[in-house]
């Protein structure tokens, strides 16, 4: 189990307890976070659950593979801490993580 | 019709697009009443993952749902489950179920998806011969999917293959049947094809082109073999139909509201009567991009045309409409589609299939129509952004590695 604490791009934060072994963007959709659509529910096809990963969390979120590096090249406002959210599985050690949503997943 | 008082809601149909529907209409600010009506008995769940991870055993039941049951609660969308709508009647505005009930409703979105088309062939009733739609199929299919076994896939199209490609990393022995020259003959290129016929065949599957299938043999009632006209036995321990899917109209063509292959919609997801919506599967929509309309079987479809209709009900903006698009996992290789090909004049290859990352553009007149993207999301994203500006590009630059896909897009934009 992971608290995680999902901040959209106007500051509101959404507190979620999230399972080990699903994804920071599975923990979303199931709980309506709004600004993460993961229009293909997780498949690495779509790049629209793009988030800001705190940075005190971005050594223990994993390295991205190529597949997302690639990926969030084409999403909008891209920073060193983005990360596809639906490549980020929870565990223990994910609880207190901080994510951002982007203005726009599109 | 303005239907922005609307009170009762009923979505016909718990997949993808209805549940998209739900989803948008209570994130929209609707807070009356939500009533979903769906005849399997699990809470809407996602589709993709049955053909692939899930049917592997590597994605557990509960992460195929979309949401957990508490949030219906919490969102007060009454769920009316194992249930199927037996008549729409328009006149009374009421939804009548198989046990008796009935619905009243001041908006409707019907979102019955589609069902396999059924083998008509001797031998398709026996046990052990399998659609793949829903769970309950995969349920079936799961427990037989065992090492060694013998596994007969009628159609190599994408639910044929990807389930050929899991069955050959489980250990199982496949025959993949197909009627056609080529894989994936209605939906892609014979470069495209040639590629995942070779990948398949490297996989160990037996791919039979050409294959004309008479019947389906069994003993005791359990599928033994399949038999093809020229008396070719294949031994089948089990046998999995992937030959297509059928939009379920039936409620709505019953009930006269306008069907055509699909039950026919405006861009806002609108049927003939304007209380009635229909999304997903079962719904023929313009297709803005390229001036016809259709049916798409895809996510992107389901989600786009589940927020298209909420949208409108609420009386809000029409949200955005992509061009269509679609993936497809087998083995290691991840394609990606975006736009529709048919109708192409030419074909650019970008990278090459040889290293497993490759793209096959295809273009009418000059304009970027479609991409079948390999292991390449780039190509993929930069096309989807091509084909909605309509952009011409030139075919030495697509094919061009050392001219960013980015770069691309970027001086298509300018």
């Known amino acids: ?106 | 019709m303005d239907l922005s008082d609307a009170k009762k809601i009923v979505i016909l149909g718990g997949g993808q697009a209805g549940a998209q529907a739900i989803q948008s209409l209570r994130m929209g600010g609707y807070e009356g009443a939500i009533t979903l009506i769906g005849d399997e008995p699990s809470l809407p769940y996602q589709r993709p993952p049955l053909s692939k991870a899930y049917m592997k055993g590597e994605f557990a039941e509960e992460r195929l749902f979309f949401k957990p049951a508490a949030w219906y609660e919490d969102n007060n969308v009454e769920l009316i489950l194992s249930t199927p709508a037996t008549r729409i009647d328009r006149k009374n505005q009421t939804i009548e179920m198989a046990h008796g009930a009935h619905v009243e409703y001041d908006a409707l979105v019907i979102a019955t998806g589609s069902r396999p088309r059924s083998l008509p062939l001797e031998g398709a009733n026996l046990e052990n011969v399998h659609d793949l739609r829903g769970l309950s199929d995969v349920e079936r299919i799961q427990p037989q999917m065992i090492e060694g076994r013998n596994i007969v896939i009628i159609g190599a199209g994408y639910i044929g293959l990807e389930a050929a490609a899991v069955a050959r990393q489980m250990g199982l022995s496949a025959t993949v049947l197909e009627m056609a020259p080529r894989v994936l003959a209605r939906v892609t290129s014979p470069v495209m094809s040639e590629f995942y016929e070779a990948e398949h065949r490297r996989q160990g599957v037996d791919i039979r082109t050409n294959a004309r299938l008479a019947r389906l043999e069994g003993k005791d009632g359990k599928v033994t073999a399949a038999i093809l006209e020229d008396g070719t036995s294949l031994p089948a321990d089990l046998v999995l139909v992937g030959i297509g899917i059928l939009p379920n109209e039936e409620l709505a063509n019953e009930a006269g509201i306008a069907c055509n292959n699909g039950i026919l919609v405006d861009r806002d997801a609108r049927t003939s009567d304007p209380r009635i919506f229909a999304a997903g599967d079962c719904a023929s929509r313009p297709l803005v991009h390229y001036g016809r309309s259709s049916r798409l079987e895809s996510v992107h479809n389901a989600i786009e045309q589940g927020k298209l209709a909420a949208a409108a009900i609420l009386g809000k903006p029409r949200p955005p409409e992509d061009c269509p698009w679609f993936w497809s996992d087998q083995y290691d290789l991840k394609l990606q589609i975006a736009g529709l090909s048919q109708g192409y004049d030419q074909i650019v290859l970008r990278g090459s299939p040889e290293e497993r990352k490759f793209a096959a553009f295809y273009l009418k007149n000059g304009t970027l129509i479609a991409v079948d993207a390999v292991n390449s999301a780039p190509e993929f994203l930069a096309s989807k952004k091509l084909i909605m500006m309509g952009a011409k590009v030139e075919p030495d630059t697509l094919s061009d590695t050392t001219v960013s896909m980015k770069d691309i897009a970027a001086a298509a934009a300018a």
């Open chain 1, 1 to 106: 189990m992971a608290k995680i604490t999902y901040v959209d791009h106007d500051g509101t934060e959404r507190v979620v307890e999230a399972k080990n072994g699903e994804t920071v963007m599975e923990a979303a959709v199931k709980n309506s976070i709004p600004g993460i659509d993961a229009d293909c529910g997780g498949a690495c096809a779509c790049a629209t659950c793009h988030v800001y990963v705190d940075q005190a969390f971005m050594d223990k979120v994993g390295e991205q593979q190529e597949m997302e590096k690639s990926m969030l090249d084409f999403a909008e406002n891209v920073q060193e801490n983005s990360r596809l959210s639906c490549q980020i599985t929870i565990s223990d050690e994910l609880d207190g993580l901080r994510v951002t949503t982007p203005e726009s997943q599109h």
